[in-house]
C-alpha cells in the first residue's frame, strides 16, 4: 500500500531528525511528535485490513494525527530545533500523507453513501 510505505519512509526520516534534536525539545515535543506518527502508521495499518464501511473512523483520525504533527513541527521549526532543509524535508512527507489520506477519505465517503 502505497500510503502506508510513505508513512513508513517518512518516519525514517523524522527518526534520524529526532535523534539530533536539542535535549528541551527531544523528550517533549519530539517524544509527542514520534508518538504521534507511529500513531498515524498504526491507524493507516488498521484501516488498510478492514471492510470499507469500517474504515472511515481510522482514516479520519490518521488525518487529524497528521495535522497535529504539522504544528508540532511547525513549532520546532519556529524555535530553531529544526533547521529549513529538515523541516521542508519533513513536511513534503507529512503532506503528501495528507494528500493521500484527504483522497482516501474521500473515495471512501463516496463508496459508502447511498446511491
Not at 478492514?50 to 497535529?68: F, G, M, N, Q, S
Amino acid at each position: 500500500m502505497p500510503l502506508l510505505a510513505k508513512a513508513k519512509t517518512t518516519y525514517l526520516v523524522w527518526i534520524t531528525f529526532y535523534q539530533t534534536l536539542p535535549k528541551i525539545h527531544k523528550h517533549s515535543l519530539g517524544q509527542k511528535i514520534d508518538t504521534i506518527l507511529v500513531e498515524i502508521i498504526e491507524a493507516i495499518a488498521i484501516a488498510s485490513f478492514l471492510y470499507r464501511e469500517e474504515k472511515i473512523p481510522w482514516v479520519r483520525l490518521a488525518i487529524r494525527k497528521t495535522d497535529t504533527v504539522k504544528i508540532l513541527l511547525m513549532i520546532l521549526w519556529e524555535t530553531k530545533s529544526l533547521d529549513d532543509k529538515k523541516y521542508i524535508t519533513l513536511s513534503m512527507g507529512i503532506n503528501e500523507i495528507g494528500k493521500m489520506l484527504g483522497g482516501w477519505n474521500g473515495q471512501l465517503i463516496k463508496q459508502n453513501s447511498p446511491k
